[in-house]
Protein backbone atom coordinates (compact mmCIF):
# COMPACT_ATOMS: atom_id res chain seq x y z
CA UNK A 1 0.00 0.00 0.00
CA UNK A 2 1.49 3.71 -0.62
CA UNK A 3 1.73 5.29 2.13
CA UNK A 4 2.47 9.14 3.33
CA UNK A 5 3.71 9.85 6.79
CA UNK A 6 3.28 13.62 7.57
CA UNK A 7 5.18 14.94 10.38
CA UNK A 8 6.74 17.70 12.26
CA UNK A 9 3.51 20.01 13.11
CA UNK A 10 3.07 21.50 16.35
CA UNK A 11 2.36 25.38 17.83
CA UNK A 12 4.49 28.22 17.09
CA UNK A 13 4.80 31.66 17.47
CA UNK A 14 3.91 34.47 15.00
CA UNK A 15 7.85 34.41 13.32
CA UNK A 16 9.06 31.15 14.19
CA UNK A 17 9.89 27.81 12.19
CA UNK A 18 9.18 24.61 11.93
CA UNK A 19 10.19 21.63 9.84
CA UNK A 20 7.39 19.46 8.05
CA UNK A 21 8.17 16.47 6.81
CA UNK A 22 6.63 13.39 4.64
CA UNK A 23 8.32 9.88 4.72
CA UNK A 24 6.31 7.74 1.62
CA UNK A 25 6.46 4.00 1.52
CA UNK A 26 4.70 1.70 -0.73
CA UNK A 27 5.78 2.68 -3.37
CA UNK A 28 9.23 4.09 -5.69
CA UNK A 29 9.51 7.18 -4.04
CA UNK A 30 12.11 8.81 -6.48
CA UNK A 31 9.53 8.34 -9.34
CA UNK A 32 7.07 10.60 -7.86
CA UNK A 33 7.26 14.72 -7.54
CA UNK A 34 5.48 16.03 -4.15
CA UNK A 35 3.72 18.77 -3.41
CA UNK A 36 2.56 19.89 0.13
CA UNK A 37 -1.54 21.33 0.41
CA UNK A 38 -3.06 22.95 3.51
CA UNK A 39 -6.41 23.58 4.73
CA UNK A 40 -7.17 26.10 7.63
CA UNK A 41 -10.28 25.90 9.15
CA UNK A 42 -13.20 26.84 6.73
CA UNK A 43 -11.16 27.07 3.86
CA UNK A 44 -10.64 25.00 0.66
CA UNK A 45 -7.32 23.02 0.75
CA UNK A 46 -4.69 25.19 -1.29
CA UNK A 47 -1.26 24.17 -2.85
CA UNK A 48 1.47 25.35 -0.75
CA UNK A 49 4.69 23.72 -2.53
CA UNK A 50 6.11 21.08 -5.18
CA UNK A 51 8.83 19.24 -5.67
CA UNK A 52 9.93 17.21 -8.91
CA UNK A 53 11.50 13.90 -8.50
CA UNK A 54 15.07 15.01 -8.67
CA UNK A 55 14.44 18.25 -6.64
CA UNK A 56 15.62 20.00 -9.52
CA UNK A 57 12.20 22.06 -9.89
CA UNK A 58 10.21 23.89 -6.85
CA UNK A 59 7.45 25.93 -6.95
CA UNK A 60 5.53 28.04 -4.13
CA UNK A 61 2.53 29.83 -3.64
CA UNK A 62 2.55 33.16 -3.64
CA UNK A 63 2.04 33.11 0.13
CA UNK A 64 4.95 31.10 1.41
CA UNK A 65 7.13 32.37 -1.07
CA UNK A 66 10.90 33.30 0.00
CA UNK A 67 9.27 31.95 3.78
CA UNK A 68 9.08 28.33 2.94
CA UNK A 69 11.63 25.89 1.30
CA UNK A 70 10.93 22.45 0.05
CA UNK A 71 13.55 19.67 -0.33
CA UNK A 72 13.94 15.69 -1.09
CA UNK A 73 16.10 13.58 -0.11
CA UNK A 74 15.52 10.28 -2.24
CA UNK A 75 18.04 8.00 -0.15
CA UNK A 76 15.67 8.53 2.81
CA UNK A 77 12.18 8.60 1.06
CA UNK A 78 11.53 11.81 2.50
CA UNK A 79 10.09 15.22 1.55
CA UNK A 80 10.89 18.18 3.98
CA UNK A 81 9.19 21.44 3.79
CA UNK A 82 11.19 24.00 6.40
CA UNK A 83 8.59 26.71 6.99
CA UNK A 84 10.06 30.26 8.36
CA UNK A 85 8.53 33.53 9.09
CA UNK A 86 5.64 32.11 10.39
CA UNK A 87 2.46 34.09 10.10
CA UNK A 88 -0.74 33.71 12.06
CA UNK A 89 -2.35 32.78 8.52
CA UNK A 90 -0.20 29.88 8.28
CA UNK A 91 -2.76 27.69 10.76
CA UNK A 92 -3.96 24.88 8.69
CA UNK A 93 -3.60 21.34 8.75
CA UNK A 94 -0.62 20.40 5.98
CA UNK A 95 -0.50 17.29 3.53
CA UNK A 96 1.58 15.65 1.29
CA UNK A 97 1.23 13.94 -2.01
CA UNK A 98 2.13 12.09 -4.93
CA UNK A 99 2.35 13.46 -8.06
CA UNK A 100 3.84 12.45 -11.21
CA UNK A 101 5.13 15.51 -12.08
CA UNK A 102 5.08 19.22 -11.00
CA UNK A 103 3.15 21.25 -13.98
CA UNK A 104 1.47 24.50 -14.44
CA UNK A 105 -1.33 23.16 -12.33
CA UNK A 106 0.91 21.72 -9.38
CA UNK A 107 -1.86 23.56 -7.09
CA UNK A 108 -4.91 21.82 -8.22
CA UNK A 109 -5.30 18.96 -6.02
CA UNK A 110 -6.78 17.04 -9.05
CA UNK A 111 -3.40 16.66 -9.93
CA UNK A 112 -2.54 14.12 -7.00
CA UNK A 113 -2.80 10.64 -6.44
CA UNK A 114 -2.02 9.33 -2.91
CA UNK A 115 -2.82 11.75 0.16
CA UNK A 116 -0.78 11.47 3.75
CA UNK A 117 -2.86 11.79 7.00
CA UNK A 118 -2.29 15.79 7.33
CA UNK A 119 -0.20 17.17 10.13
CA UNK A 120 -1.45 20.50 12.06
CA UNK A 121 0.66 23.51 12.33
CA UNK A 122 -0.74 26.34 14.39
CA UNK A 123 0.96 29.70 14.55
CA UNK A 124 0.19 31.72 17.30
CA UNK A 125 -0.08 35.72 17.56
Known amino acids: DVQLQASGGGLVQFGGSLRLSCVGS????????IGWFRQAPGKEREGVSC????????YYADSVKGRFTISRDNAKDTVSLQMGSLKPEDTAVYYC??????????????????WGQGTLVTVSS
Open 97 to 114: ATTAYCGFTWYRQSEYED
Open 51 to 58: ISTTGDST
Open 26 to 33: GFTFDDWA
